[in-house]
């Protein structure tokens, strides 16, 4: 995957030059276990390194998940930690504003940080101000499963941002990664419980990703064997 990686980063900073706002803005969507975050953390630090590129950030849509505390008040509870990390476990109605202002901020030469949550797999919640997005930023990277969902509401994310990278992968070949993550992360015990967990949610969350996609995507990276 490494010539990928180099080959979406010059994209990125060629596209970024020739963008007419001082802040281009990438969205880097896939299934579970597809490595978007491998991509995404791999594009910046080639980003950083690239003697002509200029500042580059990261951001995870991770901080987004709905709290504990609110998937215990809902009716179907649950279903709801059952499938955690579902379309509907995401704060969509905090998170459509947040991108909004970072269009916003994108537009401008602000010269204000961003903060934003992130995700403690630890407390297995949301940290709010988990993450700072320098004012120095001038490409930020945003990673996530939905964010080229083709979905109401979810749909909206991608008129945010300014180029579409999707990682496409075999969903069958997502089943052990996936299920070794959940079992490093402490969210099953066993590798047994994981793969029951990866089944009757992540596999479905993947085949969503892959199957309801928006239109206009630039860029299709096929992962072969990215390592998360």
């Not at 709290?67 to 279903?79: H, I, K, V, Y």
């Not at 930690?81 to 916003?104: K, N």
């Not at 709010?128 to 939905?146: D, F, R």
């Not at 999707?166 to 299920?179: F, G, K, Q, W």
Request: aromatic share 6%; with cysteine; charged share 25%.
């Amino acid at each position: 995957m490494e010539e990928e990686y180099t080959a979406l980063a010059s994209l990125i900073q060629r596209r970024a030059a020739a963008h007419p706002k001082p802040r281009f803005l990438v969205a880097v969507a896939g299934a579970p276990g597809s490595g978007k975050t491998t991509l995404a953390g791999e594009v910046v630090s080639r980003l950083h390194t690239s003697s002509k590129s200029s500042s580059a950030a990261l951001l995870s849509m991770d901080g987004f998940h709905l709290p504990r505390s609110t998937l215990d008040a809902l009716p179907n509870r649950e279903e709801a930690y059952v499938r955690r990390g579902a379309p509907f476990t995401f704060d969509l109605d905090a998170f459509l504003p947040f991108m909004q202002g970072v269009r916003d901020w994108a537009d401008t030469s602000s010269q204000e940080s961003i903060s934003a949550p992130s995700f403690s797999h630890t407390t297995k919640d949301p940290v709010p101000s988990g993450t700072c997005i320098p004012a120095e930023t001038k490409i930020l990277i945003i990673e996530g499963n939905y964010l080229l969902l083709d979905e109401p509401g979810w749909s909206q994310v991608s008129t945010l941002v300014d180029m579409r990278v999707l990682i496409s992968v075999d969903l069958a070949s997502t089943r052990e990664r996936v299920a070794r993550r959940h079992v490093r992360a402490g969210i099953e015990k066993t590798l047994d419980d994981a793969y029951r967990r990866v089944d009757s949610n992540d596999a479905l969350n993947g085949q969503l990703v892959q199957e309801k996609v928006v239109g206009g995507v630039d860029m299709v990276v096929h992962s072969v064997d990215i390592q998360t």
